[in-house]
């Protein structure tokens, strides 16, 4: 991990290898790790982002796992809560098509380039993305332990 | 910096389109959401020209309720009720991988013998799900009778599960630490009963249906998925197998007691629906072949190292645990503040929701009816897609 | 058939021995009626599987009930049988199959999800509290997801209802047992020990007799008059 | 005494029903409204050849026209669009045309028939009616026999029947069923496994 | 029978991750004359129908069980979960504490717990409210009773014409659990202690939103719903 | 082109002596009427009501039946809660139906949504019409039964395809396009296979062809081409009928439930019924062509042992048979999976049609020299 540049840090507290890279170089990082044979992460197992509200930014994380070597990895960007635009890599891993408009969906993550950018379970005129910490839905039965 | 952002009308009635109803030799036809294709509730939009599939927009998002969010309020041990509710089918699993994770993050300890049942009733329910997966296809292909067939396994199996668990389809047995009861006394001996019972239903699947010159004709070199093409979908369980990748998380990273039970994994060689097809059959040889093994060796030992009342402490950070299910595998991130006694975020990775997209470019150019014996094979089910 | 229900009867009531010819109709009609209960499999969740299929599978057999013939599309359908959580995409779409069906129609919610939302009745954002903030709902079948057999009991209670159920004497009305028929006002606890008791009977609420027996007979029937019949 | 007088009824029966329905193939403003009405004509004057004792050309007529034919011209209507298939109003030119052209076949048929001398049969020349006869006809190689004209007939659909196959045919189909070609080999080898390829161990999670 | 046979796999080790994996490879199919495969696939079709004969002709293999015609004989799982019940001692007294622990334990709030001061004791058991028509069954309350007071029973018929009538007062009596009542001697006091309840009694809810006793478990909406303004609207936001 | 193939398979055709007395409900009808106009009325009326009878019995039963061999192919039980049984389960169907509100789709075509179910209807009736039942119990034996019953037959399909169309449904469309074109497409081949059986008993009408099967049935009198015929007949006439395996107009888990997903109530029922009697109707045929009709099994010259067939009256065989055909395409539609459109399409263009066509041929070369079994007869 350490070959690749600056600003390509570990994300501590993850049960396995992560690393947090600055979201606008995820695409080249997401190039790096699929094409790079050593690495050769050819299966995006998962993506989604969380909504860390105190510190006003989303964190997306990316769980690769390569079915040649059998190892994985987690990839983790942050973003700014009120800009969270990032490159969409549904080009490098097809599959991150549906789980970015996932992502878009009920959080709000807006991915630049994608292909096919909509809503997912929800309507298309649904307003709001109910996954942020901060969403109120007035419909919404809450009850809190 | 711009980021589009479309709608279902922007593809199925852009703006400037034609309206003339006799420009067009293509239409659109909505399967689903209440269709007898759609298990459950998927819309499916297809564009047809004639009977020929032009192209696929899957519309998920009509039994989504929200677990994630809803996770984000209950406690470690509350949310194991909803994993039932996503893939009802392999609830058990579901319930065994949020458990399992929990169980690696919050460093609780399990014995043998709840591992022990755990694979067992896996195994058992992945028996089921496979039951009822070929009753599904067969009734989806038009014939009615495998449908009953299938049914007919499912519920010896379920006997099983209502003796043990008590319940029949929301099991909520797989708890962090343990499980909720100690199997019941007739378990080991009602499961032999079983398994004799199916092995030979097994077979008579071969003839009814899997020898029927009709099922070959409508699976053989039907939505061929090649095998990097399903990896890079993000296919898992027996859609990627079927292309002939062994990915099976029961040998790559073995959890239970997967490690000491003998067993295969079937692969297909093409990745045609015919392939999917064989290697759901064989998985159920093999799982019953698993649960043989360990049927007669459940060791003693409490059924749970955790009181119901303990607190589970999940130190902060992000969680991430893995488990095969029926359908592939499900991936559970937990993401832990620390503090509270529930996420702070859940997301799940469900299986369905990667094989769902397979659809859009297995059923392309194919007919109406391919479409069915396509998602028949991928065996979906929608609520997990949903969640 | 509309004009044999809607206008054969008042002409026929107005013969000699008309009287028993309506009633002996009406007795046809609800007996075919609730023995022939074609369902439209509106399953969303787990509930499908024990609701529409498991119901129907060799063990349990709905065909027993003559019941098997599910309908894929909502015209040919007698009953819907909700099996699954509603949540608002899935809404209106359900409402409009239920329009689509043909009269006389019922439904059923089967599971706690139908019933209330169940388990995401709190903290969810797409849920629909309840199939029957969608569509009228006839018959609520607890559980999650309920056996097949208590889905049986469920058409069981649905067959009674339809038997005693519509008249050709005031087409379109429904007659429903005590408590659906209550309006918001009288509280439940008022009648319990009526309901109570007919629950304990046979589950369901006789109208006629369960109301003559109580004290609340007059003001039961005077509501009854007023509402249940009006033309 | 009766079935005359029976027969008769029916006549006039189908005969106005015929024209009925032949009015409303003219007039019909849905294109399928206008094939149902001419099934409806084709099937009453297979009524009237039944009356007239010539069965097998009623049931010929009853095969090739509405078994065949309407089902053609309500095929090509459905083909051609899924809507609703309104005719226009015609235009006064179109209308007029129309007119001119229906008095002018309504003269030219009256001075048809007016020349026609109607009558009953001469007892010699009655038509076979029994299906051994027509078939033998059709077959006979003498002056009387059709079976030159028969087998042209043949020969012509035949050629229309592969024409239309060779119309309709776009592409080659995907799949063959019911062949006796198994899996060609070498297939599998597309979905050789990645991880079969020897590569050096990866650092695992 | 048919041109390929199910149980012709082939075993074989493959590798992923760098480990072996043993495999089976499911068949595929075989190149046949044109005839054969008409042969096979006539010979295929009449296996099915065989199979399928020989279960019409045995009627033993019927495996239907008549539901309401064997209710008297209709033996279910004892630990299968249908309904909720609160069990009481051996003296006829409720177990229940009202020590709210399977309430907390509730994954959707379905368990409402009423006290009210008491006579024998500072804190007793007014109405235990449980919703039958929201639980999942999902066996936490059980589990969670520190005194064994509930119990889940198989009693499955419970299909009614009203949602109200989906939720029940479960405790027979409002009053002190056994164990309070049993250090009370006179008996007159331990029954003037336990005032009857209904199942059926109290009013009750339509929709979880207007039942008053649950008002203060659900938070309604909040004062300002910002679903509207803060999110960015679809369609073109940097 | 069936129409001139009919016309070939006429040639030759001679006048068959019957031993049997074959008179029709319209022979005596025709017979009464020089005397007594109101006993002809009478035989028609009778046999109006016969008809009306049979129909709505038939059905009833039919149905009733296949949900009973349904379960216990499935080992369950079927309709028990509605009489002994189940008996009058589809007794109550059929008021239920009858009661039922009918629904027409705001922009469908009215009228013809109205009327393509009784044409569906009427095609089955008409076929009723004209089925030897039994020496004495046979409507009409027009005489050209087989070529009728082939036109006929061809008015089913406008029902469905106007039913389809209609109902201003896209899934209705595509089932009603589906059945019309795999309607049509195997009455090709279900003629080529009914041709044979004429060329060989050398008449078109039904009871006569009953009767030239008083030696033996055509299945095995004719050695293999019988057998073949009957094999094509009966596999294109379920296609015919859209069962299953060939039950694509209304495949449910493709397009709900096909030509007739629109429609509720009585014209439902009317579709619903006339698909079962088709069965009864495509059986009966099948039995008539093939199995002798309500001929006893006989072996010719074999009096001895054709006098104890003869115990069983006729009627009793002709039901016999066709309960019997119409069990098998039940158990093909409880056993088999759909087939998929181009399939069904192959199997009838590149199998049962070349297969028919060479079928038809040795047929011929049969007859003309009296190659299959009791020539003389």
């Known amino acids: 991990m350490t070959a690749l540049a600056s600003g390509i840090e570990r994300r501590e507290k993850v049960n396995r290898p992560a690393v947090r890279v600055p979201a606008e170089r995820l695409l080249e990082v997401a190039a790096r790790l699929r094409d790079d044979p050593a690495l050769a992460f050819d299966m995006l197992v998962d993506h989604a982002a969380i909504d860390w509200h105190a510190e006003n930014r989303f964190e997306l994380f990316y769980h690769l796992f390569s079915t040649a070597h059998g190892h994985a990895l987690t990839l983790t960007a942050f973003v700014p809560r009120d800009a969270p635009v990032v490159p969409t890599v549904s080009r490098i891993w097809p599959v991150a098509e549906w789980q970015e408009r996932e992502a878009y969906d009920l959080m709000g993550i807006l991915y630049d380039e994608h292909p096919d950018l909509r809503r997912l379970f929800l309507e298309d005129d649904w307003q709001g993305f109910p996954l942020r910490k901060d969403y109120r839905d007035p419909d919404m039965l809450e009850f809190q332990k | 910096?711009?980021?589009?952002?479309?709608?279902?009308?922007?593809?199925?009635?852009?703006?400037?389109?034609?309206?003339?109803?006799?420009?067009?030799?293509?239409?659109?036809?909505?399967?689903?959401?209440?269709?007898?294709?759609?298990?459950?509730?998927?819309?499916?939009?297809?564009?047809?020209?004639?009977?020929?599939?032009?192209?696929?927009?899957?519309?998920?998002?009509?039994?989504?309720?929200?677990?994630?969010?809803?996770?984000?309020?209950?406690?470690?041990?509350?949310?194991?009720?909803?994993?039932?509710?996503?893939?009802?089918?392999?609830?058990?699993?579901?319930?065994?991988?949020?458990?399992?994770?929990?169980?690696?993050?919050?460093?609780?300890?399990?014995?043998?013998?709840?591992?022990?049942?755990?694979?067992?009733?896996?195994?058992?329910?992945?028996?089921?799900?496979?039951?009822?997966?070929?009753?599904?296809?067969?009734?989806?292909?038009?014939?009615?009778?495998?449908?009953?067939?299938?049914?007919?396994?499912?519920?010896?199996?379920?006997?099983?599960?209502?003796?043990?668990?008590?319940?029949?389809?929301?099991?909520?047995?797989?708890?962090?630490?343990?499980?909720?009861?100690?199997?019941?006394?007739?378990?080991?001996?009602?499961?032999?009963?079983?398994?004799?019972?199916?092995?030979?239903?097994?077979?008579?699947?071969?003839?009814?249906?899997?020898?029927?010159?009709?099922?070959?004709?409508?699976?053989?070199?039907?939505?061929?998925?090649?095998?990097?093409?399903?990896?890079?979908?993000?296919?898992?369980?027996?859609?990627?197998?079927?292309?002939?990748?062994?990915?099976?998380?029961?040998?790559?990273?073995?959890?239970?007691?997967?490690?000491?039970?003998?067993?295969?994994?079937?692969?297909?060689?093409?990745?045609?629906?015919?392939?999917?097809?064989?290697?759901?059959?064989?998985?159920?040889?093999?799982?019953?072949?698993?649960?043989?093994?360990?049927?007669?060796?459940?060791?003693?030992?409490?059924?749970?190292?955790?009181?119901?009342?303990?607190?589970?402490?999940?130190?902060?950070?992000?969680?991430?645990?893995?488990?095969?299910?029926?359908?592939?595998?499900?991936?559970?991130?937990?993401?832990?503040?620390?503090?509270?006694?529930?996420?702070?975020?859940?997301?799940?990775?469900?299986?369905?929701?990667?094989?769902?997209?397979?659809?859009?470019?297995?059923?392309?150019?194919?007919?109406?009816?391919?479409?069915?014996?396509?998602?028949?094979?991928?065996?979906?089910?929608?609520?997990?897609?949903?969640r | 058939m509309a004009l044999i229900i809607d206008t054969l009867p008042g002409l026929a009531e107005k013969i000699p021995g008309g009287q028993v010819l309506v009633t002996s109709l009406d007795w046809l009609l609800n007996w075919s009626r609730a023995n022939s209960l074609w369902p439209l499999s509106f399953g969303t969740k787990c509930c499908a599987i024990e609701m529409l299929m498991a119901t129907g599978a060799s063990h349990q057999d709905l065909s027993r009930f003559g019941a098997e013939v599910a309908r894929n599309t909502p015209r040919q359908a007698d009953v819907m049988v909700i099996a699954g959580a509603i949540v608002k995409k899935m809404a209106p779409r359900m409402r409009m199959l239920y329009e689509q069906m043909a009269e006389p129609r019922w439904v059923m919610a089967t599971g706690s999800c139908a019933i209330s939302g169940g388990p995401f009745m709190y903290n969810s954002y797409h849920i629909v509290r309840g199939a029957d903030e969608v569509v009228p709902v006839d018959v609520y079948v607890p559980g999650c997801p309920p056996r097949p057999e208590a889905f049986f009991w469920g058409l069981l209670t649905l067959q009674r209802m339809i038997r005693r159920g519509e008249t050709v004497r005031a087409p379109g009305v429904r007659r429903k047992p005590v408590l659906s028929a209550l309006p918001q006002g009288i509280a439940v606890q008022d009648i319990r020990a009526e309901i109570h008791a007919a629950l304990e009977a046979e589950n369901v609420v006789d109208v006629e007799n369960a109301a003559a027996a109580s004290p609340w007979h007059g003001k039961l029937r005077q509501w009854m008059a007023t509402n249940l019949y009006k033309p | 005494m009766m079935h005359d007088a029976a027969l008769t009824v029916l006549f006039y029966a189908f005969g106005a029903f015929a024209i009925l329905c032949a009015l409303a193939v003219v007039n019909a403003r849905r294109l399928l409204r206008a094939a149902l009405a001419l099934m409806f004509v084709l099937l009453a004057s297979a009524g009237l050849y039944l009356l007239l004792g010539a069965e097998f050309l009623a049931g010929i007529q009853v095969l090739v026209y509405v078994g065949g034919i309407v089902i053609l011209i309500v095929f090509a209507v459905m083909l051609t669009s899924a809507s609703d298939l309104l005719e226009d109003h015609p235009s006064l030119g179109r209308m007029l045309a129309g007119a001119v052209a229906s008095i002018g076949f309504l003269a030219f048929t009256g001075v048809v028939f007016a020349r026609l001398e109607l009558g009953p049969p001469a007892p010699g020349a009655h038509p076979p009616d029994d299906a051994s006869a027509i078939g033998r006809k059709l077959l006979d190689f003498g002056a009387e026999g059709y079976v030159l004209p028969f087998e042209l007939v043949s020969l012509l659909l035949l050629a229309a029947v592969i024409g239309g196959i060779v119309v309709a045919r776009k592409t080659p189909p995907r799949h063959q069923p019911f062949t006796s070609g198994g899996d060609a080999p070498g297939e599998a080898d597309i979905a050789m496994p990645r991880s079969q390829r020897d590569e050096p161990e990866g650092p695992h999670a | 029978m048919a041109r390929v046979k199910l149980t012709d796999t082939r075993k074989e080790t493959r590798t992923l991750a760098g480990r072996p994996v043993p495999v089976v490879v499911t068949p595929r199919f075989a190149r046949r004359g044109r005839l054969a495969v008409f042969a096979d696939a006539l010979a295929s079709l009449l296996a099915g129908m065989r199979l399928t004969f020989g279960y019409l002709v045995r009627p033993s293999t019927v495996v239907t069980r008549q539901y309401p015609e064997n209710r008297a004989t209709l033996k279910l799982p004892a630990r299968f979960r249908a309904r909720l019940r609160l069990t009481l001692d051996e003296h006829g007294y409720q177990r229940c504490t009202a020590c709210r622990l399977c309430e907390r334990a509730c994954p959707n709030a379905s368990i409402r717990i009423l006290t009210r001061p008491g006579a024998l004791s500072k804190h007793e058991l007014d109405r235990y409210i449980w919703r039958m028509d929201s639980c999942v069954f999902c066996n936490a309350c059980v589990q969670s009773c520190p005194f064994g007071a509930l119990e889940m029973t198989a009693e499955f018929e419970h299909a009614v014409f009203d949602r109200r009538l989906l939720i029940f007062t479960l405790n027979r009596y409002a009053g002190p659990p056994a164990s309070v009542l049993l250090k009370e001697p006179d008996e007159a006091k331990r029954a003037a202690a336990m005032e009857p309840r209904d199942p059926y009694g109290g009013p009750v809810p339509l929709n979880g939103t207007d039942l008053p006793y649950l008002k203060a478990l659900a938070v309604a909406p909040r004062p300002d719903p910002v679903r509207h303004a803060a999110a960015p609207a679809p369609g073109g936001q940097a | 082109m069936t129409g001139a193939l009919a016309a070939f398979a006429a040639f030759g055709a001679a006048e068959t002596a019957t031993a049997w007395p074959v008179k029709t409900v319209a022979a005596r009808a025709a017979e009464a009427l020089p005397d007594n106009v109101w006993l002809a009325v009478l035989y028609m009326a009778l046999a109006l009501a016969g008809l009306g009878a049979l129909v709505s019995g038939l059905g009833m039963g039919l149905i009733y039946l296949e949900r009973k061999i349904a379960a216990h192919f499935q080992c369950r039980l079927g309709p028990m809660r509605v009489g002994p049984h189940g008996i009058f389960q589809t007794v109550a169907d059929t008021f239920k139906l009858l009661f039922k509100e009918d629904i027409v789709p705001a922009r469908a075509d009215k009228a013809l949504h109205v009327l393509a179910p009784f044409l569906a209807m009427t095609s089955t009736v008409l076929m009723l019409g004209v089925i030897p039942y039994s020496p004495v119990l046979q409507i009409s034996d027009v005489n050209i039964g087989v070529l009728y019953i082939t036109a006929v037959s061809g008015l089913g399909v406008m029902g469905i395809l106007l039913g389809g169309w209609s109902s201003y449904n896209k899934w209705s469309l595509i089932g009603a396009m589906r059945g019309a074109a795999q309607i049509i497409s195997y009455e090709v081949s279900a003629t080529l296979a009914l041709l044979v059986v004429v060329m060989f008993a050398g008449t078109l009408s039904l009871s006569g062809i009953v009767t030239s099967q008083a030696e033996g049935w055509w299945i095995w009198r004719a050695p293999v081409v019988g057998g073949i015929a009957f094999l094509i007949y009966l596999t294109a006439s379920t296609a015919e009928i859209n069962r299953t395996p060939f039950d694509i107009p209304e495949g449910e888990s493709e397009l709900t439930a096909g030509f007739h997903t629109e429609y509720s109530g009585l014209r439902f029922a009317f579709f619903f019924l006339a698909e079962f009697i088709n069965m009864f109707v495509v059986a009966a045929l099948t039995v008539t062509l093939f199995l002798g009709g309500w001929m006893p099994f006989h072996v010719g010259g074999a009096n001895a042992f054709n006098a104890v067939m003869d115990l069983v009256p006729p009627g009793a065989w002709f039901l016999g048979k066709t309960a019997l055909v119409v069990f098998v395409i039940m158990w093909f539609r409880w056993t088999f999976p759909r087939l998929r459109v181009d399939q069904l399409m192959r199997l009838e263009w590149k199998i049962l049609l070349p297969i028919g066509f060479a079928n038809l041929a040795l047929g011929a070369l049969a007859v003309l020299y009296s190659l299959y079994f009791f020539p003389g007869a």
């Open chain 2, 1 to 386: 910096m711009t980021v589009n952002v479309k709608t279902l009308n922007d593809i199925i009635a852009p703006p400037g389109a034609a309206a003339s109803a006799l420009a067009t030799e293509e239409y659109f036809v909505n399967m689903g959401p209440q269709h007898p294709i759609a298990h459950g509730s998927l819309r499916l939009v297809v564009r047809l020209d004639g009977e020929t599939v032009r192209e696929v927009i899957p519309v998920p998002g009509f039994v989504h309720r929200g677990i994630e969010k809803m996770a984000e309020h209950l406690s470690w041990r509350q949310l194991i009720h909803l994993t039932d509710r996503t893939d009802y089918l392999s609830a058990l699993m579901n319930n065994w991988a949020v458990a399992r994770t929990i169980e690696q993050a919050a460093g609780l300890a399990t014995n043998d013998r709840i591992e022990t049942v755990r694979t067992i009733v896996a195994e058992l329910q992945r028996l089921q799900s496979h039951a009822l997966w070929w009753g599904v296809l067969g009734m989806d292909l038009g014939a009615f009778t495998p449908f009953l067939y299938g049914f007919r396994e499912r519920e010896v199996i379920s006997e099983i599960f209502e003796d043990t668990i008590g319940a029949r389809l929301t099991m909520n047995y797989i708890q962090p630490g343990g499980l909720m009861y100690d199997i019941h006394p007739d378990f080991a001996q009602k499961t032999k009963r079983v398994l004799a019972y199916l092995k030979p239903k097994i077979d008579e699947y071969g003839t009814l249906l899997s020898g029927n010159v009709i099922l070959q004709e409508r699976l053989r070199n039907i939505g061929v998925l090649p095998a990097a093409r399903a990896i890079a979908l993000g296919c898992t369980g027996p859609v990627l197998r079927a292309s002939g990748v062994p990915c099976d998380l029961r040998k790559v990273e073995p959890y239970g007691v997967y490690a000491s039970a003998e067993f295969d994994v079937p692969v297909g060689s093409k990745g045609d629906c015919w392939d999917r097809y064989c290697v759901r059959i064989e998985e159920m040889r093999q799982s019953i072949r698993i649960v043989e093994q360990l049927i007669d060796h459940i060791p003693e030992g409490p059924h749970t190292t955790v009181k119901f009342g303990a607190r589970i402490k999940v130190p902060e950070g992000i969680h991430y645990g893995q488990i095969e299910t029926a359908r592939g595998i499900l991936g559970v991130t937990i993401v832990a503040g620390g503090k509270a006694d529930a996420p702070y975020r859940l997301h799940f990775r469900s299986p369905n929701f990667n094989n769902l997209w397979a659809v859009t470019e297995l059923a392309r150019g194919w007919r109406i009816a391919d479409i069915i014996a396509i998602q028949s094979t991928l065996d979906l089910v929608v609520p997990d897609i949903d």
